[in-house]
């Protein structure tokens, strides 16, 4: 038995066809057959006919432009539903007008040139039709049922609904308990080329690590050095920045995110989500309230892209947005002072202006990213993160040099 195209695997591959996927990559990432994927493809668009679309809004509705999609319309305009082993509509109809007279079951499928078994198989199927919508007792009238068949038939009916829901919540505990790998499988592995960049990167660092210098590292890998003054300039910006690239911590990773999408896409509640990730509910949903677009769709490479912007705090250094400050501590630095001394001297001279205070670490900084809103360290050689300067190499500065002058 094959599963269906509203499966909880088929929803998880039209759902990747919808976002914009390949035809390719939503297979491989579904782990079905491309007979699997086209077959799905065909019931969805006829799905999408039966609801009154035209040709076109069916594909565009889709997601997905086929060379097969003329055969799919001839389908649906030519085709009439029905089995090639079924007896013949107008067959069925004089069946039920015969039955209507008051006649048994056997007698009108004899009239009607059918077998008795067709005959019980077209009344039962009208009677699960019927029970969904109307009690047990309105529908044995209606068809005239015993009551040793009406009693069998229920039995059967909700044999069949159990079945029915044993197989659905299979379906779905397996969708689930794979969601992890269609993650890792929908995350972009690495190319070839990206690969080698990262190799590289990491012994260039272990050659710096073991004290070669740039140029000597470059040279021993083979790049030029302003590709390694590059990786220096990239690890000196962004080592302040970075956060951990798995989402076993405080921080949600891309693979989570992208697992978050998929358990969407199977109507998971935001519990169920929040169990499988071993996070909790209200971080699910504040994930979605934050990165859903307009539409209340969740995509997450670009929800990853965005929180990661929004950890990195792109706003201006303070030195940078005061240029007051900026200038009284670089006249500081110029009379060789340390970042420590420039700090206790704001805090005693400005009790009262927050926005002239600053913490030594935001000098040393602006010292590091020597760019518009850094420092100038042209007086200060000395100045280093232990907090020593020029002048205290030697010992300390007495309190009246330290905090007199301007």
Not at 10 to 18: M, P, T, Y
Not at 303 to 309: F, G, P, R, T, V
């Amino acid at each position: 038995m094959y599963q269906q195209f509203d499966s909880p695997t088929g929803v998880r591959f039209l759902a990747l066809i919808k976002e914009g996927k390949s035809f390719r990559e939503s297979v491989r990432v579904t782990g079905i057959g491309k007979e699997t994927g086209y077959r799905w493809l065909r019931d969805e668009y006829l799905r999408f006919r039966r609801k009154g679309l035209d040709h076109g809004a069916a594909q565009t509705e889709l997601g997905f432009i086929s060379r097969n999609a003329e055969k799919w319309n001839e389908l649906f305009l030519n085709g009439t539903g029905r089995h090639h082993f079924q007896v013949d509509p107008a067959v069925e109809e004089t069946f039920w007008s015969s039955y209507s007279t008051g006649m048994s079951v056997l007698a009108v499928a004899a009239s009607a040139g059918v077998k008795h078994t067709t005959g019980y198989r077209w009344v039962y199927r009208r009677f699960i039709t019927l029970r969904s919508r109307l009690p047990l007792a309105e529908v044995v009238k209606a068809l005239r049922l015993s009551p040793g068949t009406s009693v069998r038939w229920e039995i059967q009916r909700k044999e069949e609904l159990k079945a029915e829901k044993a197989r659905l919540q299979k379906a779905e505990r397996d969708a689930i308990g794979t969601a992890r790998i269609v993650a890792e499988r929908v995350a972009a592995p690495w190319s070839p080329a990206q690969k080698r960049r990262a190799l590289r990167e990491t012994r260039y660092w272990d050659l710096v690590s073991a004290g070669s210098s740039n140029a000597e590292a470059c040279r021993m890998l083979g790049m030029s050095r302003r590709a390694g003054t590059k990786l220096r300039n990239q690890r000196a910006e962004q080592s302040h920045m970075r956060v951990p690239a798995q989402g076993s911590g405080r921080y949600l990773s891309l693979l989570e995110r992208i697992q978050i999408a998929d358990l969407l896409r199977l109507d998971c509640s935001l519990r169920r989500i929040g169990r499988e990730l071993g996070r909790c509910p209200s971080t699910i949903k504040r994930e979605l309230d934050r990165h859903r677009d307009g539409h209340g769709q969740y995509s997450p490479h670009a929800a990853d892209h965005s929180a990661s912007q929004q950890r990195r705090r792109p706003r201006d250094r303070k030195l940078k947005r005061n240029r007051r400050l900026r200038a009284i501590v670089q006249r500081k630095l110029n009379r060789h002072w340390s970042p420590e001394q420039i700090c206790g001297w704001l805090a005693l001279q400005f009790p009262f202006e927050p926005g002239l205070q600053l913490s030594p670490e935001t000098i040393y900084r602006a010292l590091l990213f020597n760019d518009d809103g850094g420092l100038d360290k042209k007086y200060c050689p000395g100045c280093a993160p232990d907090g020593k300067s020029a002048d205290t190499a030697g010992g300390p500065v007495p309190v009246t040099a330290q905090w007199s002058g301007t």
